[in-house]
């Protein structure tokens, strides 16, 4: 059972580049999500789906895009990167209505 | 907007001995509350899941108590072992929330001397 799976661990990208950031979850939850995890800041959420075709934005969604083509999947997309983006992401999904959450491993990104 | 705290930020203890950690929030009208650990550069492992209608959780070693009118939850780590060092996080999700968010804590990292 992988549970939810991101990819890649690490990335380094120069300001200006876009990348993807790849979740998937084999759980068969309804609800996925992306979140931030800063020094002093804490986890902050990006954007978040409540199903299939459904996203909408967390508190922090500038410079992010999301789609959700299946249950299974929900990609983080960074348009052009910029240093401040530099953090630890983490993927999440729960079952329909939030019943406790499962968290990737996380993908530690570096814009210089 | 729901606001979590976690005290001490740090603690350090002696092997066996047992650990207890603090979470408070400011807005009683929860969802659930999760209790969480992190190792260095790891993901999120879940430890307990409190429902509102809940007082306490159980896992082994471990038990989580909810008072939701007083807005605190505490995790108590029994018979405490080097293995237990990380940050223990707490999250809650609020009640009536479209987006589902959790509000996390700062962490309280534990370490554990043999």
Redesign the interface.
Known sequence: NAGVTQTPKFQVLKTGQSMTLQCAQDMNHEYMSWYRQDPGMGLRLIHYSVGAGITDQGEVPNGYNVSRSTTEDFPLRLLSAAPSQTSVYFCASSPRGGDGYTFGSGTRLTVV | KQEVTQIPAALSVPEGENLVLNCSFTDSAI??L?W?RQDP??????LL?I?SSQREQTSGRLNASLDKSSGRSTLYIAASQPGDSATY?C?V?SDGSN????S????TTVTVRA
């Open positions: 969802y659930n999760q969480f550069g790891k993901g999120l492992t879940s899941l429902q996080l999250a999700r987006d589902y968010k959790l996390f804590g700062a962490g």
